[in-house]
């Protein structure tokens, strides 16, 4: 079997994950967050989405996430093998895959670079009836929406106008200081919800009160998959009386259903587990709207350099000094 880079208008329109797509795949490319992106493998048989993202000191790594078993053949491992050989020609320090359904059997014990993909999710089945989905929500998520529209939130999809970026970016800092989040490149949000609106896979939404902007949201739709990317709110306590971000979050999700697309993910939770879990205030907040836990396959990480060794010691003692 030959592997090999394939070209894009190679890879066939299957049921691929959110992160295996072209759009992802542009997205990362035109907002510089992925120095290359391709599809590595074989038509027919194993492929897979590559990113090659720097991490720091002039060194780059490789991620590869929401690996579907659709994409993995029998000769998976064969695949992979030549992948590193490629990888390993370019002096990329390590390899990690983030698969998305189906655990890929190893016996590698290296701890991930980080984690892009959060373990655990939350989602909703949106092939029950709206009043179903109502239903089976903890009854202040019901009793949220209801008062949310009630006192007037008006909830609207814009288009990326500077204008409308420009809030989006106001919002999200204010979000990012209350919760103590890291968030991107105004270039990257602007390029994700560009790409979005034209291939109709979703974009902007903004909740109004008032004739304010209060709450807002970035929403992906894909056929198999409705996905609640990010979210942003405004942290004046009036505002946050109105409960926006719950109204904003039916709206999607009724918007996913008109789509027929049969799960809702809400992308990301804490770990039951884990109490300390930084994730645990939105996770109360994605509670409410019912829904079961996902858990999310092992990740694995395929050293490729003797100097990956060295550069996680350095990001070892970095980190431990931050805690200091």
């Known amino acids: 079997m030959q592997y090999g880079i394939i070209g894009a208008s190679e890879v066939p ?6 992160w295996q797509s072209l759009t992802w795949a542009e997205i990362l490319t035109i907002s510089g967050q992925a120095r290359e992106v391709f599809y590595f493998g074989s038509i027919g048989s194993s492929y897979l989405l590559v990113e090659i993202r720097s991490i720091g000191l002039g060194l780059y790594g490789v991620f590869s996430l929401g690996v579907s078993r659709s994409q993995m053949g029998t000769d998976w491992e064969d695949c992979i093998i030549a992948l590193q050989k490629e990888l390993k020609s370019r002096n990329i320090l390590f390899l990690q895959i983030e698969p998305i359904d189906g655990e890929l059997e190893s016996n590698i014990t290296q701890k991930p670079y980080k984690k892009f ?43 990326a106008t500077t204008a409308n970026i420009d ?27 560009h790409r979005l609106e034209q291939d109709n896979q979703g974009g902007l939404y903004f909740a109004r009160f ?3 902007v209060i709450a807002g949201g970035i929403f992906v739709f894909t056929p198999s998959r409705a996905i609640y990317y990010y979210g942003a709110s ?5 505002d946050r009386k109105q409960m926006a971000p719950y109204l904003l979050q039916w709206t999607a999700i009724c918007e996913a259903k008109s789509r027929q697309i049969p799960v809702y993910d809400f992308l ?5 587990t884990d109490p300390d879990d930084t994730l645990r205030g939105v996770t109360e907040f994605k509670e409410k709207f019912g829904g079961k836990i996902e858990i999310l396959p092992s990740k694995i990480l395929y050293s490729l350099s003797w100097k990956y060794s060295i550069f996680f010691s350095i990001q070892k003692i970095k980190n431990l000094l931050k805690r200091r």
């Open 210 to 212: 008032e004739g304010r």
């Open 234 to 238: 405004s942290s004046r306590v009036e």
């Open 117 to 159: 993909l959060t373990p655990h999710t939350r989602v909703l089945d949106l092939t029950l009836s709206e009043d179903e989905i109502l239903a089976q929500m903890h009854e202040k998520g019901r009793y949220n929406i209801r008062l949310a529209a009630k006192r007037g939130v008006a909830v609207e999809r814009v288009t």
């Open 13 to 18: 329109p299957g049921d691929l994950s959110w």
């Open 167 to 193: 809030i989006w970016m106001d919002l999200l800092s204010d979000t990012l200081s209350r919760d103590g989040f890291a968030g991107n490149s105004r270039s990257y949000y602007e390029t994700f919800i």
């Open 268 to 272: 990301g939770v804490a770990d039951p």
